[in-house]
């Protein structure tokens, strides 16, 4: 029996628009040229439209990044009515009644943008998402600042509601689970999607003996990749040198800093008191990491907490062994050609900075684990991590309550 298919009918699955509203924090979405600029006009590639209102003082201007991204600021008077003239903006521009002009709420953090995200998901009856970039459950984040004692408390309210969560490493997600669920609760669904980093420049960057070329006499040249802030615990790494020093004239490390930050004067200063100035060496903003991981002896990492940690994975790529504290995705990343240390340790930073200083067999074979390892690193391109991150955002809008 033959059968016809000229007057045949298939129900092909309707593909829902995907029209996303995003809160942000990032001033820079408005400078074109800008690495979040670039980023939100890569994301309106994986959506049919991307709106993203922008907590901001002054006089910014809506910003057509691309044919169907678009930002808007708040301009608000004071940081204090950023949560309300982010609600205010939206409803302007989104609401209608019986009609959604979006189909979901996206926020940059579970904090302030996440408690204007709520209520402009409950105004607008459309599902909301939270991103989390932070260990916000770690102590070290809770006794920062009174105000991130308050962030706490505002993401564990939201957490417990109707949203679906994107986390930036498998650490935060079971900090979720086992510090706010109990046994029989159920907790939102969380999807674990890491930052993206183009490694493969890292990956492919030429070897250079860069930094020991231009600072001579070392026999360790650490680096320091982070923002010059009291979280990033910075002034450790500075205190470890001038310790390391004053046990032997034999030992001879030198700190590299790249990057800038609010506690840099402080830190000059630190380094002056500690009698280290001269072996300090801080680059500012560097625009080619790439230069710095390759020619290093290591990266030294002394942050309290972090969500990710982007210097992980972009020293791993590089070959560049790492030494840190047990934050962030750092046993997720380093495998092989590093050390992690439990957490507050400092001790064994101290002890793995000195067997590295005083034998230099032992930092020579670390290197090449580490660039053995890189080499067997096969990195996510940008198509398969927007990929990743639209069935994300689909799945989260088609979510109801």
């Known amino acids: 029996m033959i059968l ?9 699955p309707e593909i829902k628009p995907l029209r996303i509203l995003s809160i942000s924090t990032d001033r820079d979405i408005f400078r074109e040229g800008s690495e979040v600029y ?34 808007y600021p708040t301009n608000s008077l004071s940081r204090w ?24 709420v996206t926020t940059q953090d579970p904090f302030e943008c996440g408690i204007a995200g709520y209520f402009i998901s409950n105004k607008l009856h459309i599902p909301l998402h939270l991103q989390i970039h932070t260990d916000f459950l770690n102590k070290y984040f809770r006794t920062h600042a009174f105000l991130n004692r308050l962030r706490v408390i505002i993401a564990k309210f939201l957490l417990r509601g109707q949203v679906s969560v994107r986390v930036v490493s498998e650490r935060i997600k079971t900090s979720i689970f086992e510090k706010m669920f ?65 046990r032997s004239t034999e030992l001879r490390p030198g700190l590299v800093i790249a990057g800038t930050g609010s506690e ?14 001269d072996h300090v060496f801080f ?12 020619s290093a002896d290591m990266l030294l990492v002394t942050s309290r907490y972090e969500g990710y940690g982007r210097m992980f994975l972009e020293a791993a790529t590089s070959g560049c062994p790492v030494l840190t504290y047990d934050v962030g995705a ?61 069935g994300m955002l689909r799945d989260a809008s088609e979510r109801v309550d």
Do not use: W
């Open 330 to 390: 750092a046993k997720e990343i380093i495998k092989r050609g590093g050390m992690v240390c439990e957490e507050n340790d400092e001790e064994c930073l101290l002890r793995n900075l000195i067997l590295y200083a005083k034998e230099p067999a032992v930092l020579d074979q670390a290197k090449k684990t580490a660039r053995a390892s890189a080499e067997h690193f096969i990195p996510k391109t940008k198509e398969q991590y927007l990929a990743e991150f639209q």
């Open 81 to 104: 009515l950023y949560i309300f003239d982010a609600y205010v903006l939206a409803k302007k521009i989104f609401f209608r009644p019986k009609v959604s002009l979006v189909d979901m």
């Open 4 to 12: 016809s298919l000229k007057n045949a009918k298939f129900n092909m």
């Open 38 to 71: 670039g980023r939100m006009k890569d994301l309106g590639t994986i959506a049919d439209e991307l709106h993203i209102i922008v907590f901001s003082k002054g006089h910014f201007t809506e910003t057509q990044i691309s044919p169907n991204v678009r930002a």
């Open 283 to 294: 680059e500012g903003q560097v625009s080619d990491l790439a230069l710095y991981y390759k």
């Open 264 to 277: 840099e004067k402080s830190l000059r200063s630190l380094a002056k008191k500690l009698h280290i100035k």
């Open 182 to 246: 109990s046994r029989g609760e159920i907790p939102p669904h969380i999807t674990v999607l890491p930052v993206f980093v183009d490694v493969q420049k890292f990956k492919d960057a030429p070897e250079t003996r860069f930094l020991s070329e231009k600072y001579p006499g070392y026999n360790l040249l650490v680096l320091v990749v982070s923002r010059l802030e009291k979280e990033k615990n910075v002034s450790l790494a500075f205190r470890l040198i001038a310790e390391i020093r004053s």
